[in-house]
């Protein structure tokens, strides 16, 4: 089986439109989607039209950030530029897009009994994947799946289980990198933010995974960084979620 894996598209429909381009003539037997297709940017019509219309098997979790837009939660944990986007979006989206945000599944979700996906983490959607510990929480507490990948903190990175006790974590830099999965260890792999990295590299950021050769290989893809930003402000969104594009912060 062959997974193209996209989380963090944040509205930014510049972006989403060159990883979706860049992939077109492949082939993939599923296609995997870590939440926050909206906040931040200026095009969640089209991020999510663009979700909506993915072909094949598609498998969505939602994000904090559709939760907030779709009401589900006021947001009073959000900052005031991320709240500022996401009260713009739910007012800009279609109905039919309203609603399909408001309808994205809680994750954790079991695409195959080995492979999971999740936004923050599978004990809880919201929860920021950063360090070992919190690796160690999630490996100990969750035993479903040996792969599991998830999404919210914008940085690609791979938390791997190699015993007991022993956890390997490292942040994935440059254009790609390929990990190959190893029988009798755990993975929680992150693909990084497509619409808004935060690793101090602007590119988009995804995943693909070959379960059969059991390799994964993180992408970075350049996109037209200053019509994303000329999108965001000309929709009288906070300027600094423009800035901080182009810096990948």
């Not at 009073?76 to 897009?97: C, H, I, K, V």
């Not at 190699?162 to 390997?168: A, G, N, R, V, Y």
């Not at 990990?179 to 260890?185: A, D, I, Q, V």
């Amino acid at each position: 089986m062959r997974y193209l894996i996209l989380s963090d598209m944040h509205g930014n429909w510049d972006a989403f439109a060159a990883v979706l381009r860049k992939v077109k003539r492949k082939r993939f037997d599923a296609i995997l989607v870590l939440g926050d297709l909206v906040g931040y940017g200026a095009g969640p019509n089209q991020v999510v039209e663009a979700v909506r219309d993915l072909e094949g098997t598609v498998y969505v979790v939602r994000g904090n950030h559709d939760k907030v837009v779709a009401e589900l939660e006021d947001g009073s944990n959000f900052n005031q530029p991320a709240l500022a986007a996401a009260r713009w979006t739910t007012d800009r989206l279609t109905p039919t897009n309203l609603r399909y945000v408001k309808d994205m599944q809680l994750g954790p979700v079991a695409v195959t009994d080995e492979l999971h996906i999740c936004h923050g983490s599978p004990l809880d959607e919201d929860t920021y994947v950063f360090s070992i510990y919190d690796a160690y929480e999630i490996f100990t507490n969750y035993p479903q799946a040996q792969v599991i990948f998830f999404g919210h903190t914008h940085i690609p990175s791979r938390f791997v289980l190699h015993s007991k006790d022993t956890i390997e974590v490292a942040v994935v830099q440059g254009e790609s990198e390929t990990l190959e999965l190893e029988e009798g260890k755990r993975y929680l792999l992150n693909p990084g933010s497509i619409g808004q990295p935060r690793d101090r590299d602007p590119r988009a950021a995804y995943l693909i995974y070959d379960s059969d050769s059991q390799v994964v290989r993180w992408q970075r893809l350049e996109y037209d960084i200053p019509k994303a930003q000329e999108r965001i402000e000309r929709a009288g969104l906070p300027k600094v979620l423009a800035d901080r594009l182009a810096l990948g912060i």
